[in-house]
């Protein structure tokens, strides 16, 4: 009987990665050197901010977003800090908040000022002094509202409350002291209950934050591991390390046993270490190499074989760090579904890379983009703490929609349609109303779509027919770009059109198909 490999249908065999061209790209700026194992980078859809080279102390830039090209020489700085900053990470509630840590052992909360920088920040809006040593990872909760997380070379990670009025916070409200060497990376679940730490003693440990007990602990020999990733909802860990022979390596863990990795391979020879990210609307994983320029993906599934190779994007130009651009900053209609910023310390070059889903249709493509995680905390600091768990509350990428509660509320069903009743007396007829229902509700939600730039402020009006923020995007430079914007929304108000017809004619035949139906069940 002759062997054929198993057929595995997917959305994402086909993504590639697409560089972007110089002018997109930010150049002559001053990556630092530092080589402590960090992304050295965080992106929103308003600011980048990069660690920077400086001497006496320690500084960050902030850049928007579309300010692309050379970067002057002389632009302003964020200078707080008294030794080297390892680590960057903006706020996911507001993009006007960054935090950031130092080899000076202080963790700093900066406000970025809206309109473009003039002069170097040195002022921090709160300072967090508790580490004894320097902190060299932070990271914010993932649900809820300002609670930050730091760990330092004191063995410690520490829980920040920022909810106080407080300038100076020295007293953190939990203190986790159960590492024995440094901690490597941390990584939390969904609803930020818990969360997974690799330390450099080779173990991953999996702890309550709240109540500081280790739950699960793995500490098996031929895998030393150096960061750590939860995979949303999979209850599965995934961690990137080294074998015993000095190759680079990953593993597959399952939440609820850390004594055997479900799955382990080895990838190349090289000393780089290697970034994990996450998508979980999408179930791809990223393998990110540092000191090389590949980025290898993958598709997670629940069942075995749990990780499937889809490609690698390949690059000559080795990466020293990694940004990653939330989802609500992706453009939807190129079918972007992840962008990373790519740090070229060589030629103080950040390199924007996406992650495209080839698809003809320039329309809003639904089955890619689903319900994703907003800028909204689903908690106050004080809930999270008294002990309430709570998923992330979610919202759409189509353009023009907004918030969306993170647990699905069904609609009352309506009184004057009895759906089953009609499904009893003819099958048929109650499916092309259900279908008729959802195909007016589509309409519907198409005629607010075009209604809604009526009902904004002058101050918030959004060019919604492409996707576009007007006061994000810059305006079209050339003649061309204006009549590539210009036909794309004659094309986008024609196809539109174009549904709006089709579902009038459908409302009309669905109307004449029920009035159909309830003569014949009234003649019986």
């Known amino acids: ?114 309109h473009l920088l003039t002069r170097n920040i040195t002022s921090p809006k709160k300072e967090l002094l508790g580490h004894v040593r320097r902190v060299g ?5 993932p649900t809820a509202n300002n609670i930050l997380f730091s760990s330092g070379y004191d063995y410690k990670i520490m ?34 209950s818990l969360l997974a730490t690799a330390c450099r003693d080779r173990k991953i440990r999996l702890i309550d934050p709240r109540a500081g007990t280790v739950l699960q602990e793995a500490s098996y020999k031929s895998h030393r591991v150096n960061k750590v990733l939860f995979l949303g909802n999979m209850k599965k860990l995934f961690s990137t390390g080294t074998s015993r022979w000095n190759n680079r390596q990953i593993a597959l863990w399952d939440q609820n046993d850390l004594s055997v990795p479900l799955l382990e391979e080895d990838l190349d020879g090289s000393s780089g270490l290697l970034f994990p990210f996450y998508d979980s609307d999408t179930h791809m994983l990223y393998v990110v190499g540092k000191g090389d320029g590949n980025i290898r993906y993958y598709e997670i599934s629940p069942e075995k074989p749990y990780l499937n190779y889809l490609m690698e994007y390949r690059s000559h130009l080795p990466q020293k760090g990694i940004g990653m651009m939330p989802k609500r900053g992706l453009e939807v209609s190129a079918c972007e579904i992840f962008r990373f910023y790519k740090l070229i310390p060589t030629k103080s070059l950040i390199e924007p890379i996406s992650m495209i889903v080839p698809r003809r249709s320039e329309s809003y493509q639904e ?32 353009p023009g929609s907004g918030a969306v509660n993170s647990l699905p509320q069904f609609p009352e069903p309506e009184p004057l349609v009895k759906t089953t009743d009609l499904s009893q007396h003819q099958d ?23 209604k809604v730039e009526e009902k904004l402020p002058k101050n918030e009006q959004m060019r919604l027919s492409n996707g576009f923020d007007i006061f994000e995007c810059p305006p079209p430079k050339t003649e061309n770009e204006l009549l590539q914007m210009f036909y794309r929304q004659q094309e986008e108000i024609r196809r539109l059109r174009e549904l709006v017809n089709q579902r009038d004619v459908q409302i009309k035949q669905l109307e004449l198909e029920l009035r159909n139906l309830c003569t014949d069940t009234g003649g019986y």
């Open 137 to 141: 990872l932070i990271e914010w909760h």
């Open 1 to 114: 009987m002759s062997w054929h490999p198993q057929y595995r249908s997917s959305k994402f065999r086909h993504v590639y990665g697409k560089a972007a061209s110089k002018d997109k790209c930010y150049d002559c700026v001053p990556i630092t050197r530092n080589v402590h194992d960090n992304h050295f980078c965080a992106v929103n859809p308003h600011f980048i901010a990069v660690v920077t080279e400086c001497a006496g102390g320690g500084a960050f830039l902030v850049i928007p977003i579309h300010q692309t090209g050379k970067l002057d020489p002389h632009y302003p700085k964020i200078c707080g800090h008294k030794g080297n900053v390892l680590d960057i990470k903006w706020n996911p509630f507001n993009d006007f908040v960054i935090a950031s840590c130092s080899e000076d052992a202080t963790v700093k909360i900066w406000d970025i000022p809206k």
């Open 367 to 398: 089955d890619i983009y689903p319900l994703t995680t907003g800028a909204q905390p689903a908690l106050t600091a004080q809930e999270w703490l008294n002990g309430v768990n709570k998923g992330p509350l979610l919202v759409s990428l189509r």
């Open 159 to 192: 829980i920040w409350n920022l909810d106080t009025k407080e300038a100076v916070i020295s007293n953190p409200v939990k203190i986790l002291d159960a590492h024995k060497d440094v901690v490597l990376s941390m990584s939390f679940n969904t609803d930020g």
């Open 428 to 450: 048929r007829g109650g499916k092309m109303l259900l279908e008729g229902m959802q195909k007016s509700s589509e309409i519907g939600d198409n005629r607010k779509q075009l």
